[in-house]
């Protein structure tokens, strides 16, 4: 069976369980609190050197960590990865992207704020901006489709909603963003999350 560590607070974390979740695949979840420093620990560092959630041990033993790279490998030969090769590769930019352009600022405001206790206006501005930033090119490639990538829900989606559904914990006020709003809810009946 595979074995998750992971920190619900995550929304990287919550990736895994509920790529697992959607596709059935059983899994054991390992609780971690990253705020209490529990990935530091020797016996986590000696499964994962890097020292981060989430981490799954598969069920030959292997051990693999990032996110993205774990909701890939569980959803092989699934429908969260189009059969279109051209759809794949534009569900890895959206993968790539959110890593890069979207959680190191959505995320980020948001576990300052709501983890750490900072109020908005001590956050960085160019934080702020780059979120924001970030939301809008979300919407944008949300103009013509009910998903990021074809017509039904895909690893894009569930690697973006992830933090997105969140981001007014981080003080980025989706309504500012309508056509976010009504993807996030599609989203999250498409993957049955409460």
């Known amino acids: 069976m595979l074995t998750v560590y992971g920190d619900s607070i995550s929304g990287n974390c919550l990736k895994v369980k509920w790529t697992a979740e959607k596709l059935a695949i059983p899994y054991r979840w390992r609780e971690l609190d990253v705020l209490r420093a529990e990935t530091r620990t020797p016996d986590f560092l000696a499964l994962n050197p890097a020292g981060q959630v989430p981490l799954v041990i598969l069920p030959d033993g292997r051990a693999l960590a990032q996110s993205n790279a774990i909701i890939v ?3 092989e030969g699934s429908d969260l990865i189009p059969a279109d090769s051209y759809d794949r590769a ?6 790539f992207w959110e890593q890069y352009s979207h959680e190191p600022y959505v995320a980020v405001a948001r576990f300052q704020m709501a983890y750490l206790g900072k109020p908005r206006h ?3 501005s160019k934080l702020v901006e780059r979120g924001k930033a970030a939301l809008q090119r979300l ?7 009910d998903f990021l990538v074809g017509n039904s829900v895909s ?3 569930v690697s973006l909603v992830a933090y997105t559904r ?3 914990e981080g003080g980025f ?3 500012a963003w309508p056509r976010v709003v009504a993807w996030v809810a599609r989203v999250e009946a498409a993957l049955g999350i409460v």
């Open 73 to 75: 490998h569980l959803a």
């Open 90 to 95: 534009k569900m890895f930019e959206w993968l």
């Open 122 to 124: 001590e956050l960085d």
């Open 139 to 145: 919407a944008d490639g949300l103009e013509e489709t």
């Open 155 to 157: 690893l894009a989606d």
């Open 166 to 168: 969140v981001a007014h």
């Open 173 to 175: 006020d989706l309504a």
